[in-house]
Every structure is written in structure tokens, then in C-alpha cells.
């Protein structure tokens, strides 16, 4: 048996970092909002035992370090003690859209896929709140991902509230062709000049609706852009051809510009695709998943 899923992208529209934790892990405070850009996640289902992973992708794993394999073992250690049931055994196959390293959570997204694909399959043995625990485990978005609709995210990011306050923009996604690792931007974060800089820790939105020139903030931003002043060149090009907002997600390098007519994304993805000297970059128009 085969099960095909889509696993979505992510962009967060507002992410102030609130704190750092005992353990190492940074608090924040974030909108995070899934978007029309997909990974195919196809799982093959048979009677021989293990977890194979498949991807044509040269930066993406294929042993157990991989995050849908981490996702899958995780399922079973939960929801069967570690011994799958007969069939149990599969290969997970990822057909790669979502850039790698782009901070658009395609590999979050990719495992929490697995996770609500197995979940099905076998009979739904947990619920959506043990999922998004399990998924918790993996990395901090996935859980998001498992929530599945735009969200306030607070905590580590794994506490999740739903934020319906968000008008149907289109997004035109900018990947400069560079993979960031999240753990160097966060590694070079200086919470306490963010704070300074800021003025709030914490952005409390009470129920109101999300404004572009108000609350689009990324405190991870200015870290990211300080090694790789692309991202401003980005910026600066998508606001010059009509977005009315525009900033890096998460920990970059993927840089987004917002506009509330898809024709006007469209203009500036044919304009800004049409400049040559550009070549590693790869533009994605993708609607908010309202």
C-alpha cells in the first residue's frame, strides 16, 4: 500500500526571540503561517522491517538521521512500545520543492507529515495532542505543521494558539541559493541588544488583525543579514516591485515579499526571474493557507 501527503512551507510573519532556557533552547513569540509550497511525501507500506528513506536531494539524508525516519521510530516507540504491526515496515520517499536551509521548515514539515500519515493509516492510536508532543520531540515546528492552519507560537514554539487574523495575501519567496544553519544564526544572536533595540520582548496581538507595516518583525533577521547582505538586496527589490511587505523567515535565507494582488506577485516573480546576473536564485509564488 502507498500513501502520498503534501507537506506545506511555513513562513513566520512576526517572531520576536522572548528568552533563553536552562537547556539551551531559545523562547519566542511568533505567527506562523503555512503557505502553497510543497514537498511530496510518498510512503510505501510493506511486511519487511525497517525504515528506508529516500531523496534525490543532495543535502537531505537518507539514513535514520533524517527527520521523517526520526518521525516514524518516534510513532511506533509511542503509539505500539516500539514493536510496529505486521506491515510496519516502509520506505518514505521525499520529492523535494521546499528549499533546504531556507528557514520555510521543510523538513518539520516533511516529519509531521509522516507522523499524521501513520497516525491514519494505523487507526488513529494517538490523539492530535500526543502527536504534536511527539512531534515536539523532533524539532520545534513541527508541531506547527501538525496544527496545520496559521498559528501564534509561543513557548520553544510548540505552544499553539490559532491566529485567524491574517488577510489572503500571496507570497513571492526569494531562496538566494544559500543554506543557513539555524543553529549558527541562533548560536550569533545577541538576545540582549535585541531586546534594547526593540524595546518588547513580546508582542501581545489580543484578538487584533495582523498589520504589515506594525507587527512584520524578525529579531533573527539583522543576524542573518550582518553575514549575508543578500537578504537586504532582496528586500529592497521585492518592495521596489510592488510587495507591501517584505522579510526574511525564521532563520533565512529565504526572503518573502507579501501582496494582496496575485497579478502583482506574478509581475514582480517575471521581472525579478528575467534578471540573469540572479542565477542561483529560485522564486516560488505561493498563497497563505488561511
Not at 516500539?82 to 515496515?89: A, F
Not at 492552519?149 to 531562496?175: D, H, R, S
Not at 532563520?251 to 518573502?256: D, K, N, P, Q, R
Given at each position: 500500500m502507498t500513501v502520498t501527503v503534501h507537506a506545506p512551507a511555513k513562513i513566520n510573519l512576526f517572531l520576536r526571540i522572548t528568552g533563553k532556557r536552562s537547556d539551551g533552547y531559545h523562547e519566542l513569540s511568533s505567527v506562523m503561517c503555512p503557505v502553497a509550497l510543497y514537498d511530496t511525501v510518498t510512503i510505501t507500506f510493506g511486511d519487511d522491517d525497517g525504515i528506508q528513506v529516500a531523496c534525490a536531494h543532495p543535502a537531505v539524508p537518507e539514513d535514520s538521521s533524517n527527520l521523517v525516519a526520526r518521525a516514524a521510530a518516534l510513532f511506533f516507540e509511542t503509539a505500539f512500545a516500539?514493536?510496529?504491526?505486521?506491515?510496519?515496515?516502509m520506505r518514505i520517499h521525499i520529492e523535494k520543492r521546499i528549499p533546504v536551509g531556507a528557514g520555510l521548515g521543510g523538513g518539520s514539515s516533511d516529519?509531521?507529515?509522516?507522523?499524521?500519515?501513520?497516525?491514519?493509516?494505523?487507526?488513529?492510536?494517538?490523539?492530535?495532542?500526543?502527536?504534536?508532543?511527539?512531534?515536539?520531540?523532533?524539532?520545534?515546528?513541527?508541531?506547527?505543521?501538525?496544527?496545520?492552519?496559521?498559528?501564534?507560537?509561543?513557548?520553544?514554539?510548540?505552544?499553539?494558539?490559532?491566529?485567524?487574523?491574517?488577510?489572503?495575501?500571496?507570497?513571492?519567496?526569494?531562496?538566494?541559493?544559500?543554506?543557513?544553519?539555524?543553529?549558527?544564526?541562533?548560536?550569533?544572536?545577541?538576545?540582549?541588544?535585541?531586546?534594547?533595540?526593540?524595546?518588547?520582548?513580546?508582542?501581545?496581538?489580543?484578538?487584533?488583525?495582523?498589520?504589515?507595516?506594525?507587527?512584520?518583525?524578525?529579531?533573527?533577521?539583522?543576524?542573518?543579514?550582518?553575514?549575508?547582505?543578500v537578504i537586504t538586496e532582496i528586500k529592497r527589490l521585492l518592495q521596489a516591485h510592488g510587495a507591501k511587505g517584505a522579510m526574511m523567515s525564521g532563520?533565512?535565507?529565504?526572503?518573502?515579499g507579501l501582496y494582496a494582488d496575485r497579478d502583482r506577485a506574478e509581475s514582480a516573480y517575471k521581472v525579478l526571474c528575467g534578471n540573469q546576473q540572479r542565477q542561483n536564485w529560485t522564486l516560488y509564488i505561493a498563497d497563505l493557507l488561511i
Open positions: 516500539g514493536c510496529p504491526p505486521l506491515g510496519g515496515g516529519a509531521a507529515a509522516v507522523l499524521v500519515a501513520l497516525n491514519r493509516h494505523f487507526g488513529l492510536p494517538l490523539t492530535h495532542t500526543t502527536l504534536q508532543a511527539v512531534g515536539a520531540r523532533i524539532g520545534a515546528d513541527v508541531p506547527f505543521f501538525i496544527f496545520g492552519a496559521p498559528a501564534l507560537a509561543t513557548g520553544i514554539g510548540e505552544q499553539l494558539a490559532a491566529f485567524p487574523y491574517l488577510a489572503p495575501w500571496t507570497a513571492l519567496l526569494v531562496y538566494p541559493g544559500v543554506a543557513i544553519s539555524t543553529a549558527w544564526v541562533y548560536k550569533n544572536l545577541n538576545l540582549r541588544l535585541t531586546k534594547d533595540e526593540k524595546k518588547l520582548s513580546k508582542f501581545h496581538f489580543n484578538g487584533r488583525f495582523f498589520r504589515l507595516d506594525e507587527h512584520l518583525v524578525n529579531d533573527l533577521e539583522p543576524v542573518t543579514e550582518s553575514a549575508f547582505p532563520s533565512g535565507s529565504a526572503v518573502f
